[in-house]
């Protein structure tokens, strides 16, 4: 679908929190079109959004999806409502060789600010 292939082209894009294809949207005018859309089909809808955020959003709501327990509260607030197209989003980006490293590395690039966002320590 257009609009997943859309995220994972942000998201692949790196350099949180400067990305370059927000940038562009931002100097096209249409940045404000990729948050409705964000919050349209992945359920993320912040006052002044971050493509961090939004990531971690994904993240926590396919963890949440996938796990079978109770998740610390502070990740709460993270858990979209819109978990299945979040479920199949990550599913398909995890397991696309093409795509997979990228979340790997934002995940090992922003994990001090996941903690910071999560009140996770460890």
Same mark, same amino acid.
């Given at each position: ?12 894009? /790196?350099?949180? +929190? =400067? ?7 931002? *100097? ?5 079109? !990729? ?33 079978? /327990?109770?998740? +610390? =509260? ?7 409502? *819109? ?5 199949? !989003? ?33």
């Amino acid at each position: 679908m257009l609009r997943h292939q859309v995220l994972k082209t942000v998201i692949i894009g /790196g350099g949180y +929190p =400067k990305n370059k294809v927000i940038a562009a949207f931002d *100097k096209m005018g249409l940045l404000k079109c !990729f948050w409705y859309l964000g919050e349209k089909y992945y359920g993320y809808n912040e006052d002044q959004p971050t493509l961090e955020k939004l990531v971690v959003t994904l993240l926590i709501t396919y963890t949440a999806h996938r796990f079978k /327990g109770d998740l +610390p =509260k502070s990740w709460q607030p993270f858990i979209s409502y *819109k978990k299945n197209n979040i479920a199949v !989003f990550v599913s398909n980006l995890m397991n696309n060789i093409l795509y997979k490293d990228h979340i790997y590395k934002f995940w090992r690039d922003n994990n001090i600010t996941w903690k910071k966002q999560t009140n996770c320590t460890g």
